[in-house]
Nanobody, 128 residues
Framework: QMQLVESGGGLVQAGGSLRLSCLAS????????MGWFRQAAGKEREFVAA????????YYADSVKGRFTISRDNAKNMVYLQMNSLKPEDTAIYYC?????????????????????WGQGTQVTVSS
């Protein structure tokens, strides 16, 4: 079992930055691939970024590529999402997600169905 708790959301002006954090419970965090997703009001949850369990591989949605950076610290059971050059269309609830990963340590996952564990979400609001 894994429990995830996000933090770091808030209100920011367009062009600003925020860093989201996600704390994972458990002693086997390095066995989990992690991801960030978001859900805007009235829309489906969508993929934002993913990172492999060893942190060597990352992948981004086209809409955030070059502006967002996902990273992790396995010693602290933390995964982060640094968000720069924020736009009003980035406004959403942001969710941290995790799943056990086996085999090749550089595997990442981009679909909501790939993940078994989810945090409660943190609201990000970008004003124009």
């Amino acid at each position: 079992q894994m429990q995830l708790v996000e933090s770091g959301g808030g209100l920011v002006q367009a062009g600003g930055s925020l860093r989201l954090s996600c704390l994972a419970s458990g002693r086997t965090f390095s066995s989990y691939a992690m991801g960030w997703f978001r859900q805007a009001a009235g829309k489906e949850r969508e993929f934002v970024a993913a990172i492999s369990r060893n942190g060597d591989a990352t992948y981004y949605a086209d809409s955030v590529k070059g502006r967002f950076t996902i990273s992790r610290d396995n010693a602290k059971n933390m995964v982060y999402l640094q968000m720069n050059s924020l736009k009003p269309e980035d406004t959403a609830i942001y969710y941290c997600a995790g799943r056990r990963a086996f085999g090749y340590s550089g595997t990442y996952y981009t679909n909501t169905d790939d993940y078994a564990y989810w945090g409660q979400g943190t609201q990000v609001t970008v004003s124009s």
